[in-house]
Each structure stands twice: as C-alpha cells, then as structure tokens.
T-cell receptor, first 117, second 109 residues
C-alpha cells in the first residue's frame, strides 16, 4: 500500500469513447502528478498540480484533460484517444513547498493500464 | 538536451551482488533518486543522494559523484524478490525530475 490509489487498474476503450482515470492520495501531500509510462521509455510527465493549481502541462494533446478538485484527488479525462496512447498511466503525489522548489520524493500509485482499440 | 542513461537489462544470481549504473547530463543538479518498480506495480522510492559519497540502507546502497555525473545502485545478497526494474531520476536546476528508462534486473537461482 503506497498511499496513492488509482482506479481502474485496467481500461480498454475504443477511440471514440470517453472515460476518466481517478487518483486519490491519503498522504496529506499538496502536489499531484500524471505520468505516462511506455515500454522501455522514461516516464513522461504530463501534468502537475501544486496546491490545486496546474503548474505544468508538458505539451500534452488536448484529448487528455486533467482535473484536480482538491489536494487529495486527481482525474484524467480521456476522449477520442489514439492507439499510441496505449500505456501505463501513473499518478504520484509529493509534499511540496510554496513556489515548487522541493526535493521531496514522489509516491506513486500502481497505475492504470490503458489499451486503445 | 537532458539525458539519463542506464543499462536496459541486467542478469544476476541469487545471493550475489549487482551494481546498476546511471549517468546523467542535466541542466543543473538538485539530487538523484533511485526507485524500484515490480511488474504491474507502483515505482517505490529507494534512495536519494544530493552529496557525493555512498548512502547505505540495509542490502541496498547508492553512490553519487557529481563531478562525473554518475551514480550507482548496489544490491547485495540478492533475493528473487529483487527482480524488478530500477529507475534513476535527477532533479535539474528547476527541480524538474528527469527520468531514465529503467534497468530491468533479472535474478536467477
């Protein structure tokens, strides 16, 4: 148990579907992250929320839409995805200081394995 | 550009010692992390180095040389449960976390 829970664990969807990934952290952290993990590639940072404000959007296509209603919950809304979007999507959290300059480790959930048909 | 290099895959024998290397080229340096990731599971934090030298935590140790842009993770008395991927990540000058692609470690009996 890492303190970060992601649902669902597996998701298969067609390119025209709309679905959402959910992440919840029970660690009292104030920053949350979405990453994409593809086989044999480095983790790709997608979005960062620090104190509920989005501070990072790494040129992610608009078919991915994040939502952070509070410091414990993070969503990733998906629509009209492409086959190359099939990957493991990881959520992480950390305790950051105001201004975002902190060396605290990130704590990860088990991820959602997404397959696009 | 920023880059982290680590071997793609390594094989070692149960009970032995293995060293996983990581070299980095980043714009600034604010610390280096090692994470362990079992297949289908979350990456879990192993160690953090910001000063040169060796940090020991039980069977695992992590070394850093900032002048050489180099780190290694040393695993002693290998157990079958150590079969996993090991991820190296570096904080650059803006505290952006730069990740390596990971090293898959296979432990054989």
């Amino acid at each position: 148990e890492t303190g970060v829970t992601q649902t669902p664990r597996h998701l298969v969807m067609g390119m025209t579907n709309k679905k959402s990934l959910k992440c919840e952290q029970h660690l009292g952290h104030n920053a949350m992250y979405w990453y994409k993990q593809s086989a044999k590639k480095p983790l790709e940072l997608m979005f960062v929320y620090n104190f509920k404000e989005q501070t990072e959007n790494n040129s992610v296509p608009s078919r991915f839409s994040p939502e952070c209603p509070n410091s414990s919950h993070l969503f990733l809304h998906l629509h009209t995805l492409q086959p190359e979007d099939s990957a493991l999507y990881l959520c992480a959290s950390s305790q950051e200081v105001s201004g975002g300059l902190s060396n605290q480790p990130q704590h990860f959930g088990d991820g959602t394995r997404l397959s696009i048909l | 550009g920023q880059n982290i290099d680590q071997p793609t895959e390594m094989t070692a024998t149960e009970g032995a010692i293995v060293q996983i290397n990581c070299t980095y080229q980043t714009s600034g340096f604010n610390g280096l992390f090692w994470y362990q990731q079992h297949a289908g599971e979350a990456p879990t934090f192993l160690s953090y180095n910001v000063l040169d030298g060796l940090e020991e935590k039980g069977r695992f140790s992590s070394f850093l040389s900032r002048s050489k842009g180099y780190s290694y993770l040393l695993l002693k008395e290998l157990q079958m449960k150590d079969s996993a991927s090991y991820l190296c990540a570096v904080f650059d000058s803006n505290y952006q976390l730069i990740w390596g692609a990971g090293t898959k470690l296979i432990i054989k009996p």
